[in-house]
Structures are given as structure tokens and as C-alpha cells.
């Protein structure tokens, strides 16, 4: 009997001796002991973030995490207080959002986003249907008595997650007061096959934000991933938009109105992609800024119809109309108009004629650019002089109606003009001068280059009022200063209106992936050259 005893006493005290190191049992076991409880204890973490006596921090952001982690033992343990543990997990998810940006790095605040990961993978291991209806209508349908870090992650939590019974409180959100609640909920919607949803960003697309508004840019972001039913509110209301600008004398309107196109079906949009080719060409033989539009009119038609044919909208017509026929085979136009030759930047053709130039002109360019060619009779080009031999043959090439200007990156960067000027033979000639006075030293801040060529404020604003160049070339030959964790989320939040393409050649088997991400970003093209 005493051994019996004994050993009762001996498991009595290692249960409380587990209980006390790690909380859980005592809150699933002991209800009682309540000062053990891992949602009190991470809500009293929650109240230090709130009166900021804590933050987290490298040295505190293992204590959060294993607050989650007790809190993902406890959910299995006891799921009759899955609701409970979701809020506090969703309250700390908030916390992690107050700069939160759909534009923006995600990575800035690495323990922050550690500890939102961490609440999300408990989140998503129990999201079912029962928990994704309590977060639409007990958390984000609920302004009244949720705070709003819990609905902020609640919209967040569902980004990629989206359940179609989920939306209409979505959408009561993306009318909140709180423009970051506003934001996070309409980047949730991005991709959403609903009417209301469409209606929803075709009237904030056509609203008068500033460049760089969150939901204009979310808008743009839904409807180039969607079809529209032809005869719905939101193709009408999107139609009103794409055909105004289609044929607007802003190069910038039409290349965005372009992109938008990709919501209708044939009938609704090809007669009108046709109409503005044609208003564009008329453009660009007056010398007007007109080649790019013309060009992205252009492979919209090919996507759509399949073939080749050139930049003649009499060529496009005939097909349509064989096309409308049934009689595609026996369309007068050609299926496959010869293209012709494309001045060429290191095998790149950027169908531009207005483009900024940004070199690299660190000293890693004094290397010979093909080494194969050296020998002791005969010296090879450099990489910073083939650059620069290639730059002034493309801009020949493009004409004197093109308009160019050069800049070059070292530890700081330098610009030829501060302007497009005409690619005439004096303007080339006095381009290669400059180009030959410059030496290759230094590092190589590309950033730097870019901001410049772009005239961008020192809080990274730009006017696009203030660029005239439609394309921008670039050409590194190694990893740059900054990396490349700028290049994403500030081309998300200035293109959408600025609409420049980035074309990018890497010289060598360097690089840190900046140039990749400025061409896939942007929609331009990337090559590397190895020599």
C-alpha cells in the first residue's frame, strides 16, 4: 500500500513538474490554474506590445514564438477553445501589420514577420470551413467590438485563402475607415470570380487616386487575371474606362487600358484595338511618342487572334472580318507578315523609341569584355567599351525621330543630358564623346542610376509627368550595392501609373538577381552574356 502511495505521489509530481515547464497541460488538465494558461500568457506578452515596454526584437522574438508554439499544442489539447486561441493568435498577427504595404517589402522587420509566420502556420493548420465563417462574420463583418489589428489580420489571413462565402465581408471592409484594412481586404479579393467583386475594383480603378494608391494599383492587379461576362455591370462600367483611353493621347493611359483589355472576349474589345492601332500609327509618323502602344496593340492581336501581322491595322481589319465570317483560311490578310529588322542591344529589341540608357561604369568594366579575342598583337574591347559601342548602334538604328539619354552607376551615378534628346548624328556623335571621357572605377550603386534617370524625390516619389522615356535599357556586370530586395516592391508601387519597362542585360555569370526581377517586374526582357 505505502509503495502504492509513493508511486501515485511520484506521477503526481511529474505531471505538475511538466505542467509547470510548459503551461499546456495545465491548461488543458486544470482549467483552474488559469496564471499557467498559454493564451493569458501570450496576451500578456500582447499587453506589453500595447504599452510598449516590449517589442520584438532579435532577442525577444523566441519568446513569441514559443508562446504560438504552446498555443498550437493547447488547440489539439482542448479545440473547444479554438476561437479563443485563434483571436490571440490574430491579435498578434495585427501587431506585425501596422506598416503592412500590398506594395511593399514584407521582409523589412525579419522577427516580425517570424512571429507572423509563425501564427499563420497555427492558423492554417485548423482553417475549415467552420473557422473561415467566425472570421468573416464574427471577426471582419464586426467592426463594433473587434479591434481592428484582429480584423487587419483576419483580411490578411485569407489573402491566398479566400473562400467565396467570405467576401461580402471582405468587401464591408474594403469600405472601412481604416485605409490599411481597406487595402489588406481588397488585395484578399485580387482574383475573386464575382460580379460584385469586379463592379468593386472597376469603380475604384476609375476613381481619381493619386499615383501609387494601393487599390488602384490592386485593381489593375484583379482585373488583368480576369474575364468579364460581356453583358455585366462591371464590363460595361470597364469598357467606358479601356475605350476612353485606348485612343487618349497618353501613352500611358493607352498602355494601361491595353493591359485592362485582357478582360473582355474578342467581340468586345479586337474592333477597338484595331481603331487605336491605327490612331497610334498616324501618331508615330507625326514624330509623336506612339512606338511603344503600337507595339503592345500589336501583341495583344497576336495573343489573340494567333498570327502575324504587322503593325497594319488594314491587315488586322481583314482578318477580323474573315474571323466574324467563319472565313479565317480565306482572309485576304496575310497570316504572317515579315517583321522587319529590329535595332538590337545585346540581342535585346526594346520596341521603343523614347529610352533611358543606365550603364554600369564600375571598375569592374575595365575587364575585356571576350577574352577569346586578346592576344599580344591586338588588345580587345572592354565591357565598358562594347557597351558603349553597342548603345550608340542601337540608338542609330532607332532613328532621328527617337529620343535617348545615358546614364551611368559607379559609387554614385552621373547623366548625360537630364532629358530625351532627338537621336540625331550630332546628339550621337556628342553622346560618344561623353561615353569616351568616362572611365570605369568605383562600385556599382544601380539604384542609385535608376533614381536618377527617373528624377525620383528623395522619399522615392515619382512624378511621371516629369519621365518621357517609355523603356529603360540596363546593363551590370556584376552584383549590385543594394541587392535586390528594392526592386519588387518598388516597382509595385510606381509602375502601375509610371508603366516603364525595363530591359536588362547581366554581363558574366555575376549578379544578385536585381536585374532578373526589374525585367520580370515590369514585363521587359533579360539576357545574360557570357564571355
Known amino acids: 500500500m505505502r509503495r502504492a502511495v509513493l508511486a501515485r505521489a511520484s506521477i503526481a509530481v511529474l505531471l505538475a513538474w511538466f505542467a509547470a515547464g510548459s503551461g499546456v497541460l495545465a491548461a488543458a488538465q486544470e482549467p483552474a490554474r488559469r496564471g499557467r494558461d498559454p493564451v493569458l500568457a501570450l496576451q500578456g506578452l500582447l499587453g506589453r506590445l500595447e504599452r510598449a515596454t516590449l517589442s520584438i526584437q532579435p532577442d525577444t522574438v523566441d519568446e513569441f514564438t514559443r508562446a504560438v508554439g504552446d498555443l498550437r499544442l493547447l488547440w489539439s489539447l482542448a479545440p473547444e477553445r479554438g476561437n479563443e486561441i485563434a483571436a490571440t493568435l490574430l491579435d498578434l498577427t495585427g501587431h506585425t501589420l501596422v506598416l503592412y504595404d500590398p506594395a511593399g517589402r514584407d521582409d523589412l522587420f525579419p522577427e516580425s514577420l517570424r512571429a507572423r509566420t509563425a501564427a499563420a502556420d497555427v492558423l492554417s493548420q485548423h482553417y475549415d470551413a467552420e473557422l473561415g465563417l467566425w472570421l468573416a462574420r464574427d471577426v471582419l463583418a464586426n467592426a ?116 485592362l483589355s485582357r478582360a473582355f472576349d474578342d467581340d468586345a474589345i479586337v474592333p477597338w484595338l484595331i481603331e487605336a492601332l491605327g490612331t497610334w500609327k498616324a501618331r508615330a509618323e507625326k514624330g509623336l511618342q506612339a512606338l511603344r502602344v503600337e507595339h503592345e496593340i500589336e501583341a495583344e492581336l497576336e495573343l489573340r487572334s494567333g498570327r502575324k501581322l504587322g503593325l497594319f491595322p488594314e491587315n488586322w481589319l481583314a482578318w477580323w472580318e474573315a474571323a466574324r465570317k467563319g472565313e479565317v483560311k480565306k482572309a485576304s490578310a496575310p497570316s504572317y507578315y515579315p517583321e522587319p529588322t529590329r535595332p538590337s542591344f545585346f540581342g535585346l529589341e526594346p520596341r ?94 544601380l539604384r542609385a542610376g535608376i533614381e536618377l534617370g527617373l528624377e525620383a524625390a528623395p522619399d522615392g516619389a515619382v512624378a511621371p509627368e516629369r519621365v518621357d522615356a517609355d523603356t529603360v535599357i540596363v546593363l551590370c556586370d556584376g552584383a549590385t550595392a543594394e541587392g535586390d530586395g528594392w526592386v519588387g516592391p518598388r516597382l509595385r508601387r510606381v509602375n502601375p501609373r509610371l508603366r516603364v519597362v525595363f530591359h536588362c542585360v547581366q554581363i558574366g555569370e555575376g549578379g544578385d538577381g536585381t536585374l532578373e526581377t526589374l525585367a520580370r517586374e515590369s514585363g521587359g526582357e533579360f539576357v545574360r552574356i557570357t564571355r
Open 144 to 259: 463594433s467590438s473587434q479591434p481592428l489589428g484582429r480584423r487587419r489580420a483576419a483580411a490578411w489571413f485569407l489573402i491566398g485563402r479566400r473562400r467565396a462565402d467570405q467576401e461580402l465581408a471582405l468587401l464591408t471592409c474594403t469600405r472601412d475607415a481604416d485605409p490599411r484594412l481597406r487595402s489588406i481586404a481588397a488585395e484578399a479579393l485580387v482574383g475573386a470570380d464575382s460580379e460584385a467583386v469586379h463592379r468593386f475594383f472597376v469603380e475604384e480603378f476609375g476613381r481619381a487616386n493619386e499615383p501609387g494608391d494601393p487599390l488602384r494599383m490592386l485593381a489593375e492587379r484583379h482585373l488583368r487575371r480576369v474575364r468579364l461576362a460581356p453583358e455585366s455591370g462591371a464590363a460595361k462600367g470597364l469598357t467606358k474606362l479601356v475605350r476612353r483611353e485606348l485612343l487618349s493621347e497618353s501613352w500611358r493611359g493607352a498602355s494601361q487600358a491595353i493591359a
Open 352 to 445: 521603343s523609341d523614347r529610352v533611358l540608357f543606365v550603364i554600369d561604369r564600375s571598375g569592374s568594366m575595365e575587364a575585356v569584355f571576350d577574352p577569346a579575342k586578346q592576344s599580344p598583337e591586338k588588345r580587345a574591347a572592354t565591357r565598358w567599351e562594347k557597351a558603349a559601342t553597342e548603345l550608340c548602334g542601337f540608338v542609330e538604328a532607332l532613328g532621328p525621330r527617337a529620343r535617348f539619354d545615358v546614364v551611368v552607376f559607379h559609387d554614385s551615378a552621373d547623366v548625360w543630358k537630364k532629358k530625351l534628346v532627338a537621336a540625331d548624328e550630332r546628339n550621337l556623335a556628342a553622346a560618344r564623346q561623353w561615353l569616351a571621357g568616362q572611365r570605369p572605377l568605383g562600385g556599382t550603386r
